[in-house]
């Protein structure tokens, strides 16, 4: 399929979604009421919430995937021996990509649109919590494609509901190339431990703000606020904060000020309570929690050096920030902090497909192999090599 009608596909299925926003938002309204039902925390009924503004961001993302460079075909790099032979490394599709998720429905759109541009088959797995909402929005989609004239199987939704489906799905390795769990770390566990496919894991989000000695205060305040409240159920929000003890007496007040008035509970070491009363103790559990709610622990370190040492123990290779005036803290921690997404005066918050001009994401990999961090079109490629000859034989 031709890189034209690709994009005329993704900008008909964006307006489609807006178009039929209204079914969307009903078959939403069902998987909500039945998670209140359920007893359901609040955090998970918040990632399953559809509204206009997401629904419009949703089709937004298609919109921008439509405006990327394709990456099927594009050169990555080519050379002429000294034989004559010319060779190429080309991008190619991966082929069938298993995606399992749990209860953002917005992750069924993105999938679809970004393994559609990047010449995939995509078979989906949602949770059971949102299956009128994916199945809403992957009815819409599936038929923009029959209509455009595709094959309707580039675009496959797993109806079934039963933890059994998943089973066996992972064992067709026959069938499908790449499985990509996206959800709570006992999902991921799950799929890493059963599966015969080759898996990119998006693991927890474990995520640091290091308040250096030389931060600027008021930038410090912004930035740790924005990480820590402005979606604190996702995977890029902070869950840790770091303070330089030389700064801590000036600061800590202050940002436990903000956090507490957002309704953070805060959990800070004997340092950090002793500075600021009635601060819950944090527990050696703590340091390593992906807590996705109003909930923190705090720190104090004596140099970037112990920061970077607690982040590389405890964290979780996802998104990690320093917030410093000082050149060389700033360098030290970028070059030493082994994780997929590091940061010099900005919000973790900012580890996104979309924010990165992506487009949108397939998820947050964690991993190494193939792919690190925000997974857009192009780490939805392998590549092959080309070489082209004029009757070239080995002696």
Not at 281 to 308: C, F, H, N, P, R
Not at 360 to 365: K, L, N, P, V
Request: glycine share 8%; aromatic share 6%; net charge positive.
């Amino acid at each position: 399929v031709s890189t034209e009608k690709k994009n005329q596909v993704l900008v008909t299925m964006a307006q489609t979604l807006v178009d039929n926003k209204d079914s969307i938002l009903k078959a939403n309204k069902k998987d909500l009421e039945n998670a209140k039902r359920k007893g359901l925390a609040p955090v998970f009924i918040e990632r399953l919430s559809l509204n206009g503004k997401r629904i419009s961001e949703m089709a937004e993302s298609l919109w921008e995937i439509s405006r990327l460079p394709d990456p099927v075909g594009q050169e990555i790099k080519s050379w002429t021996r000294p034989n004559g032979l010319k060779i190429q490394k080309v991008r190619v599709p991966i082929g069938v990509i298993l995606i399992i998720y749990e209860s953002r429905p917005n992750v069924t759109s993105d999938c679809i649109g970004l393994c559609f541009k990047s010449g995939n088959v995509v078979i989906l797995r949602g949770g059971s919590d949102a299956i009128h909402s994916n199945l809403s929005i992957y009815h819409v989609l599936e038929k923009v494609i029959d209509t455009c004239g595709l094959p309707k199987a580039v675009v496959n939704f797993i109806k079934i509901t039963d933890r059994k489906a998943v089973g066996v799905l992972l064992s067709l390795d026959s069938y499908i190339d790449l499985v990509m769990p996206r959800g709570g770390e006992s999902l991921i566990k799950e799929v890493k431990d059963k599966s015969k496919i080759p898996v990119i894991k998006h693991y927890k989000g474990v995520c640091h703000v290091y308040v250096d000695a030389f931060a600027d205060i008021e930038m410090a305040r912004n930035i740790v606020l924005n990480a820590k409240v402005q979606r604190p159920a996702v995977c890029n929000a902070m869950e840790t904060l770091l303070v330089h003890e030389a700064i801590a007496e000036k600061f800590l007040p202050l940002i436990i000020k903000d956090l507490k008035e957002a309704k953070v509970e805060i959990r800070g070491c004997l340092r950090t309570g002793q500075i600021v009363k009635g601060v819950k103790k944090a527990t050696e559990q703590d340091w390593g929690m992906e807590y996705l709610d109003l909930i923190l622990s705090v720190k104090l370190v004596k140099d970037v050096g112990e920061a970077i040492a607690h982040i590389n123990h405890y964290g979780s290779g996802h998104s990690d920030s320093i917030v410093t005036s000082d050149r060389e803290n700033a360098d030290k921690f970028l070059k030493e902090v082994d994780s997929a997404c590091v940061y010099v005066n900005a919000s973790t918050r900012f580890t996104d497909g979309y924010q990165f001009g992506l487009g949108a994401e397939i998820g947050i990999s964690t991993d190494r192999l193939h792919a690190r961090g925000p997974m857009g079109l192009e780490e939805l490629t392998t590549y092959k090599y080309v070489i082209r000859g004029n009757g070239q034989i080995r002696e």
